[in-house]
């Protein structure tokens, strides 16, 4: 309850500490560090009272806030769903296609009416370190949202969502030049023209920024 207050209203924080508390099972609090745990119970809260199947949110871990014998310090990824469990194959080619290493996944039921689920992927990049999830945090998820309702295609663009400012909506303006350098230039592979905007950060958000800017 102490941290929930840290980051809400006390009488917020009590209404969620009374609703949640008791739905976690006691593998998920013995191995949750409490600012996590806090997170999850903030989030799962916004999910039961909105009109979303799910949602996706980033949050990184406190080392002095978990419990002795966790591995270091990793950003999550965590897939709130109200409708029971999501099969990892759907999940697991978003994260990928981030460019990051998923070092652990943690699912965890709750004991609710509805079914909510938990998936828990803890991550690095391929540095061996957490995301800056201020910068890209918010952008990440709605992006894992959009993929997994169908919305945007998920592919290795989304490498940009880590390194530079561009949200999913405009990595569709780089989909496009793709599309047309592929037509125009077909010697070159697939592959090649999909790694070229990841391994080029900079110059493909200067793309994106040239495109926007009014004539």
Do not use: C
């Not at 949050?59 to 591995?71: D, Y």
């Not at 938990?118 to 949202?145: C, K, N, P, Q």
């Not at 905007?197 to 800017?213: G, M, N």
């Amino acid at each position: 309850t102490e941290e929930l207050r840290s980051r809400i209203d006390d009488s917020q924080a009590n209404r969620l500490a009374d609703t949640w508390a008791d739905k976690f099972p006691e593998y998920y609090k013995d191995a949750t560090g409490v600012d996590i745990a806090a997170g999850d119970i903030i989030n799962v809260d916004l999910l039961a009272g909105s009109e979303a199947e799910v949602i996706v949110r980033l949050q990184n871990e406190r080392s002095v806030a978990n419990p002795p014998g966790a591995l270091d310090p990793l950003t999550r990824i965590t897939v709130y769903r109200s409708t029971g469990k999501l099969n990892l194959s759907e999940m697991m080619p978003h994260i990928e296609n981030l460019g990051l290493n998923v070092v652990e996944e943690v699912p965890t039921r709750l004991r609710d009416d509805s079914g909510t689920f938990i998936h828990d992927f803890g991550v690095l990049t391929l540095e061996g370190e957490e995301l800056d999830i201020d910068s890209s945090g918010d952008r990440i998820g709605a992006a894992i949202e959009a993929a997994l309702a169908g919305e945007i295609e998920s592919d290795s663009l989304h490498r940009l969502l880590v390194s530079t400012d561009l949200d999913h909506n405009e990595l569709t303006i780089l989909r496009a030049y793709r599309s047309y350098w592929r037509l125009v230039t077909p010697s070159f592979s697939t592959r090649y023209v999909d790694d070229a905007p990841p391994a080029h950060p900079d110059i493909a958000q200067d793309l994106v920024r040239l495109f926007e800017a009014p004539l």
